[in-house]
């Protein structure tokens, strides 16, 4: 049995992230980026994307194996309530659930935060990715073929979004992640877990 802790990334992360996130840059096209990003660049990502929105990690036995993540999809105020989703998992912890309890507890905080839809882009072919999103209860929006060219190849990409609440007709802005911080539900979806890691 290994214990799983999911908990906020802080800056001090960075090294982690990029170390599960270059080989997705480097070995596929599952990320159109193309040259690894520095440890001092995921500082700042993660640091600008708190404290507004949910970065979080899991750690195994103490190492932090996978990360989720959420941002804005667009910069326009009409936007506000949606957001654009990404969960990378180390590779010696893929097919072990990491990424679905990483998954779970982003959509519960962004949830409580007050968002309504979450979007998440797929580089097609991939189906484990495909297959963790309809399970947490995404639906296929609509696919761009031959949208982005890397390794050689051009890529079909895929949108998916998940439904997180109501569309009100005058929404509340989203709270801050911050703000959730100060709330007892932030206990409810950041507690331990343990779990059977294969």
């Given amino acids: 049995m290994s214990t799983l802790t999911l908990r906020l990334a802080t800056p001090d992360d960075a090294a982690a992230i990029r170390r599960i996130y270059a080989p997705y840059v480097t070995e596929t096209a599952i990320t159109f980026e193309t040259d690894p990003p520095s440890v001092a660049v995921c500082r700042e990502r ?7 929105y949910p970065w979080l ?11 989720a993540s959420a941002g804005p999809i ?21 097919s072990s659930g990491i990424g679905s309890a990483l998954y779970e507890a982003l959509l519960a905080l962004l949830e409580r935060q007050g968002y309504v839809v979450v979007y ?18 995404f639906e296929h929006e609509g696919t761009f073929s031959g949208m982005g060219y890397k390794h050689g190849a051009w890529h079909d990409v895929g949108w998916w979004s998940r439904i997180l609440g109501e569309r009100p007709a005058d929404p509340d802005p989203p709270r801050p992640l911050t703000a959730l911080r100060e709330r007892d539900a932030w206990n409810d979806v950041l507690g331990s877990l343990t779990a059977s890691a294969e």
């Fill in 46 to 52: 993660v640091a600008e994307t708190l404290p507004d």
């Fill in 57 to 67: 990690v899991c750690e195994r036995d103490g190492d932090v194996v996978g990360y």
């Fill in 74 to 94: 667009r910069a326009y105020d009409a936007f506000e309530w949606a957001v654009e989703s990404s969960v990378y998992v180390a590779e010696s912890a893929r």
């Fill in 120 to 137: 998440a882009v797929v580089t097609l072919p991939n189906e484990a990715s495909v297959a963790l999103h309809e399970s947490l209860g």
